[in-house]
């Protein structure tokens, strides 16, 4: 998976919203996210995932609405 203190160092130390990056493995990854979502991190990079079919978009994406409600 991707870097997620490295992530919320860099939102930490900008005012723009972060989008993380490299390495987004599977829907672990996207509840991570959803737990610091306030901090500044409003999305991922979900390509490769996605490509080679290990992460089931939709249904990620529909994870993610659920926890950021």
Sequence with gaps: GFDLALTRA???AV???V???GGLTGFDDIRA???VESEGIVGT???R???DGSLDF???QE???ELGA
Aim: charged share 15%; with cysteine.
């Design 15 to 17: 005012k723009i919203p």
């Design 19 to 21: 989008i993380a990056s």
């Design 45 to 47: 990079i979900a390509g």
């Design 63 to 65: 994870m993610a609405d």
């Design 58 to 60: 939709k249904a990620a």
């Design 10 to 12: 860099v939102s930490d």
């Design 33 to 35: 996210l959803c737990a």
């Design 49 to 51: 995932a996605v490509y």
